[in-house]
């Protein structure tokens, strides 16, 4: 039931939503006259999703901290599991306490938002109290990398094509165009699975219970199924890509996540 609600047509309507956001993060950054660009956008997606569960701005900082830590996991770097356990308690923290005030202090009159959706699910019986937390949080930490980094990495290649950034400010069927094309040229994302079973794949073992990650990028680039694979044409007729995943295992925001990056 809360899977549902992620459509295109709930993703069009936090477009007003995240246009605000850009707007006051903008006043505040802009007065600076130079700043670093990633560390800027990674205010972005935090603010958003902030925003759509009804929380107080002043967490964002926070978050935004324990959410950068847990994005150093990928890091593999066992020195910082003191840090890594700090943030996942102040998530796990944060999240806990907001659905307990929602709960005893539900919202009164104007429309639902993300929060009360999901809490409305959990009342229901399709979502455990202990899976509804766990799911807030996943939001927070699914919607946070992929998206500022999906974000720093394209301007990064605007900065190259100032004649595709400029179209991209001037028509936003244009710019829709522009983000699928990145994300199958360029995109951060991957799958992982555990192998069950030693696998031989092109002459290399991969032990038993080991976890295989796929950098889905490659796919994007792959000649067999692109013509000029390595060049960025939004108005290459085939964008296909697996930046979301497929199937199952497509990603859940992928709409609201394109609405952000557009």
């Not at 990928?74 to 923290?93: C, R």
Request: with cysteine; net charge negative; hydrophobic share 40%.
């Amino acid at each position: 039931t809360f899977a549902m609600k992620f459509t295109p047509r709930y993703a069009n309507q936090t477009r007003p939503l995240m246009q605000k956001i850009m707007n006051m993060l903008l006043d505040e950054w802009l007065p600076r006259g130079h700043f670093d660009f990633a560390e800027f956008i990674s205010y972005y997606p935090v603010s958003v999703m902030t925003s759509m569960i009804g929380a107080p701005l002043d967490v964002i900082p926070g978050l935004r901290e324990s959410l950068e830590t847990l994005g150093r996991a990928y890091g593999l770097n066992p020195g910082i599991e003191p840090e890594l356990q700090k943030a996942i308690l102040h998530m796990e923290d944060f999240c806990q306490q907001l659905v307990a005030q929602r709960r005893a202090s539900p919202k009164q009159g104007g429309s639902e938002d993300l929060l009360d959706m999901l809490i409305d699910c959990s009342n229901q019986g399709d979502i455990p109290e202990r899976q509804l937390i766990d799911l807030l949080i996943f939001l927070f930490v699914a919607g946070y990398d992929t998206s500022k980094n999906v974000m720093t990495m394209m301007i990064y290649e605007m900065t190259k094509r100032p004649e595709i950034y400029a179209k991209c400010a001037e028509d936003i069927e244009y710019c829709r165009k522009a983000v699928e094309e990145f994300l199958r040229y360029c995109n951060p994302s991957h799958s992982f699975r555990a192998t069950d079973t030693d696998i031989v794949y092109d002459g290399v073992l991969i032990p038993k219970d080991r976890m295989v990650f796929f950098a889905l990028v490659q796919a994007g680039r792959d000649p067999a199924v692109f013509e000029n694979a390595d060049v960025f044409d939004p108005e290459r007729p085939n964008s296909r890509h697996l930046a979301f995943g497929l199937g199952k295992h497509m990603c859940l925001g992928q709409y609201i996540a394109r609405a952000q990056i557009q």
